[in-house]
């Protein structure tokens, strides 16, 4: 059974979730902004951008709409390829061009 959301419900959504999200970044930069945090938060918070950047970028490695959702071992190669170089020559330009280079040679040679 299948529910149908009317547009007031849909708005009220909207609206409530909107209300949240500012709150709660409100609650970081307002409530916070000007006061010295603690060292173990600013040394968790370092982590962040680390742990974000590959769960945005695995699902579209592990299960590419390009494929439909099948894993495709060219992306798999690319992304092995741009985290090698990555983690041996500690250069970001250089880690993307690797996995560039990797993913279109791949495609080539497997169709």
Not at 40 to 46: K, S, Y
Not at 67 to 92: H, L, Y
Request: glycine share 10%.
């Amino acid at each position: 059974m299948t529910m149908q959301a009317s547009a007031f419900q849909i708005w009220l959504i909207i609206i409530l979730l909107g209300i949240g999200t500012y709150l709660l970044r409100w609650s970081f930069l307002g409530a916070l902004g000007n006061r010295e945090l603690p060292g173990w938060v600013m040394r968790m918070l370092r982590y962040t951008p680390v742990s974000v950047l590959p769960a945005l970028v695995a699902p579209l490695v592990v299960w590419p709409a390009a494929t439909n959702g099948e894993t495709d071992p060219s992306r798999i190669a690319a992304a092995a390829a741009t985290v090698a170089v990555g983690v041996m020559t500690k250069n970001v330009m250089l880690s993307i061009v690797a996995g560039a280079i990797t993913l279109f040679g791949m495609l080539y040679v497997l169709g």
